[in-house]
């Protein structure tokens, strides 16, 4: 539990900070004497400058333009709500599933989690904060190292293992992925476990065979249970900018992503794509990786996101 | 996902009709549209926005060329300008006048530092024989060592390492003293992922390079980076003083517009284009080629030169006539899928093709599988040339004929043939459309 503590005050923390920022540049921007175009274009940046992409900023101040309108809003200082309001509106609308999903209400045993994505977003780090997490909430995990085409990916989940204190079921360098989360699914049968979450291989979501790869991998989960993977879960690099989107309805048209990973939004990017994803794919955000330690993980909550986001100060960019 | 830039800006000079010179107002509206492509390829928005007022300063009154329309030609500018601004620099790595010359390479986590490493050392090797020494500085991922020794193990390519419990600094400072006794020309240093605000680790990579004294400090940068690219390197330099950049995962379909907010906010010149996993896909940078890329318009240039590489310069003139002309038949399109197979993973080749971005909806991802190119020639070598020439011949008695020679179904050859029409037709629609002015402007 104590691990548990401490993410929420990590979030409080990032909270605060991020609030703090929050009344920085935007409050500048509406501390004008009307809304006008001026300020439009500068709440248009402060989303351009965020990733949220070209096509959710202007429906997201379409729709503010509209309710200003209707709702009579004079004060620009209102409208900072306002574009909360509808953001976390965009956020929340694929609905908060949670990682371990019941089944007539009892989560299967053991429940598998499928962890993809391009390479380099982070996920096998990933992959060990969620299994400390689930850990620390009273769950045995087993982690299958199905990444067997980097080199020594599965020695990195296992270093992740050893720290964390989870099994890895893996194979050599260069086995069938496939033969991989067969063998990991039977052990996580076999010592009761609650939760098996499967590393695979970084790929790029326009390589056919690494995807069909992939789809493999799943239908071996399928046969040894009727519902596995019970998660698909994608992760996304903060910093990634309007591909994610790609990478998200690939990864989704191929598998049937059902959550997403946010990693790295400890550094100044401030993962806007998100936005587009939720827009355009509907697809949840449950979880949140914060740094390179087993704890730097929390739940997604669309306020704090929101917040943070807006809270970015474009200043720091080139003139 | 994107259209084609200048389809939209031909859209708008539609609206606007066809002169003989680029007003204001034609400008302005064009404008709109670049600036949405350069958003959504990543381009950071400042960046864009100054980019778009220097296209802005040279288009206005501009004469149309002949054998141009008004959309081509603001393409054309936004091209060059943007060609101009990316091949600023020196983009070759230059030996040190005493061997070796020491490179460092540095970067966000997950950029693909490890794997450039080893992409880097079989370049040099590849270029001019020239031996390197890999360094695993990365003590912090856990199994970041293993990985390039592993690298290099397959590459053939030394690496020098030290046990756990080593620093950074030492293990650089060591390495580039093993390379100077082995006599090596290169030596190439991988550093721990890091953020650009993590001082203490920022601290710790300026203290490496005062160490050490690389001739060479590259960035290597994410090409599916978003805004932040900018402020990510901009520390990195800096930090460190950066002489490059590598920009990676381009063989996704990315496109890599933080390229641009990089160069052009930290004047770093950029150097290789990481192309694929594979540890010869390390390419020279060619601007002309981001530039399109860029801008949605199909990498024509890099096809060209790959058809050349795989096939000879003959074949390659008569591939490109024919991908321009689009005026080809099975006979023509079995020869074409099996030099697109020579030159490389077939996705890859086909990303390059201007307008594959229409094209791929109408192929679903199935049909671009290795696996269904067999089935496609099996298909093909099955008819006779005069069917070959002119399919719409194909009734159901040579189909079936067809299929029972290739051992497929009849099915399968329809599928063939409807594909076929519809690649044709759309090779077709757009050499003789937009296309061509496109494709024309690029040759100049």
Known sequence: MFGLLKWREKTQQGVKKSREAWFGRLLQAVRRPKIDEGLWDELEETLLGADVGVATTTRLLERMKERAKTERVTEPETLLPLLQQEMRAVLEAPGQAGLLPERDGEAPKPTVVLVIGVNGVGKTTSIAKLAGYLQNEGKKVVLGAADTFRAAAIEQLQLWGQRVGVEVVAHRQGADPGAVAFDAYQAAKARGADVLIIDTAGRLHTKVNLMEEMKKISRVLHRLDSQAPHQVLLVLDATTGQNGLAQAQAFTEALGVTGIFVAKLDGTARGGILLSICDQLKLPVLFIGTGEGPDDLAPFSAEEFVAALLAASPQQAPS | ?444
Not at chain 2, 43 to 68: C, I, K, T, W
Not at chain 2, 147 to 169: C, F, M
Not at chain 2, 197 to 219: C, F, N, R, S, W
Not at chain 2, 395 to 417: E, Y
């Open chain 2, 1 to 444: 996902m994107f259209e084609a830039l200048t389809e939209k800006l031909n859209a708008v000079f539609k609206r606007l009709g066809n002169k003989g010179h680029l007003t204001e107002k034609d400008v302005d509206e064009a404008l709109k549209e670049v600036r949405i492509a350069l958003l959504e390829a990543d381009v950071h928005f400042r960046v864009a926005r100054d980019f778009v007022a220097r296209v802005r300063e040279r288009a206005v009154g501009a004469q149309v060329l002949q054998g141009l329309n008004p959309g081509q030609q603001v393409v054309k500018i936004v091209h060059e300008e943007l060609a101009g601004v990316l091949s600023g620099g020196d983009h070759k790595l230059h030996p040190a006048p005493q061997l070796p010359t020491i490179v460092m390479l540095v970067g966000l986590q997950g950029s693909g530092k490890t794997t450039t490493a080893a992409k880097l050392a079989l370049h040099l090797r590849r270029q001019g024989g020239q031996s390197s020494l890999l360094v695993a500085a990365d003590l912090k991922r856990p199994a970041a060592v293993e990985q390039l020794v592993t690298l290099g193990a397959q590459l053939n390519v030394p690496v020098y390492r030290e046990a756990p419990g080593s620093d950074p600094l030492q293990v650089a400072r060591h390495g580039v003293e093993k390379g100077r006794e082995l006599g090596v020309h290169w030596v190439i240093l991988d550093t721990g992922g890091r953020l650009h605000i993590d001082q203490e680790m920022m601290a710790e990579l300026a203290a490496v390079k005062e160490a050490v004294g690389p001739h060479e400090t590259l960035l290597v940068v994410d090409a599916m980076t978003g805004q932040d690219a900018v402020r990510a390197a901009g520390d990195f330099h800096a930090q460190v003083s950066l002489t490059g950049l590598i920009l990676t995962k381009l063989d996704g379909d990315a496109r890599g517009g933080a390229a641009l907010s990089v160069t052009s906010v930290t004047g770093v010149p950029i150097k290789f284009m990481g192309m694929g996993e594979k540890a010869d896909a390390l390419e020279p940078f060619y601007p002309d080629r981001l530039a399109q890329r860029i801008l949605g318009m199909g990498d024509v240039l890099s096809l060209i030169e790959k058809a050349q590489q795989a096939v000879d310069q003959e074949q390659a003139k008569a591939l490109e006539q024919k991908l321009r002309q689009a005026r080809f038949d099975l006979q023509d399109f079995l020869e074409q899928l099996q030099n697109l197979r020579k030159m490389g993973p077939l996705q890859q080749v086909l990303e390059m093709l201007p307008g594959f971005s229409q094209i791929k909806g109408k192929l679903s991802g199935q049909d671009l599988d290795e696996r269904q190119l067999k089935k496609i020639e099996a298909i093909i070598f099955s008819m006779t040339p005069q069917e070959r020439r002119n399919p719409d011949i194909l009734d159901g008695s040579r189909k079936r004929r067809v299929a029972r020679g290739s051992g497929t179904q009849v099915q399968d050859v329809n599928a063939l043939l409807n594909q076929f029409r519809e690649v044709q037709k759309l090779m077709k629609q757009f050499s003789q459309g937009k296309g061509r002015g496109l494709l024309g402007m690029l040759r100049q």
